[in-house]
């Protein structure tokens, strides 16, 4: 299976390959492929990509081009390169940048969340009082606080 991306196989006499094997493995860096079958229907392609023998060859070794894989085998293929190369790591560590993030994000959320319902808490608390306010004809707070000293002061 070719690897190398197609501007460079333009341009270079060599390119990079991983070998396709009938061998079984559950190895991470070993990823099977579906029956890829001509329009006959004979069977052209099957088997796994041994992603752990990555090799460049001479482009004078390779035959013609039998099929292209399906984007989630790729997907496949590329994750057991990475696994295969050592950069795993590089995208992990990435990853869980992300979601720590993502985290951070979703909590800062919930506080603006908590904090609007605390506000929304207190403006019922001061309708209420604003209500009662011109329920008994007081203009402000003033008022209400003088109406009440003098009505201790009467007690």
């Known amino acids: ?17 991983a070998p396709i094997t009938h061998t079984t493995s559950t190895l991470p ?23 752990g023998n990555i090799t460049c060859v001479s482009k004078a ?8 894989l399906s984007a989630d085998e790729m997907k496949a293929v590329d994750k057991a390169i990475s696994l295969s190369l050592g950069i795993n790591h590089h995208y992990q560590t ?6 720590d993030k993502l985290q951070y994000i979703e909590k800062l959320k919930s506080n603006r969340t908590l904090q ?3 506000l929304d808490s207190k403006q019922q608390q001061l309708d209420k009082f604003q209500e009662l306010l ?18 201790q002061k009467e007690m």
Do not use: C, W
């Open 1 to 17: 299976m070719v690897l190398q991306y197609n501007s460079a196989n333009r341009t270079s006499p060599n390119t990079l390959v």
């Open 29 to 51: 860096i070993v990823v099977p492929i579906a029956e890829k079958k001509d329009s006959s229907g004979k069977l052209i392609l099957d088997g796994n990509v041994l992603l």
């Open 61 to 68: 070794r390779l035959s013609d081009y039998i099929t292209a």
């Open 94 to 99: 990435l990853q869980n940048m992300y979601d």
């Open 116 to 118: 609007q319902a605390d």
């Open 134 to 151: 011109d329920t008994y004809h007081f203009s402000d707070i003033h008022n209400l606080a003088d109406f009440l000293e003098k009505s």
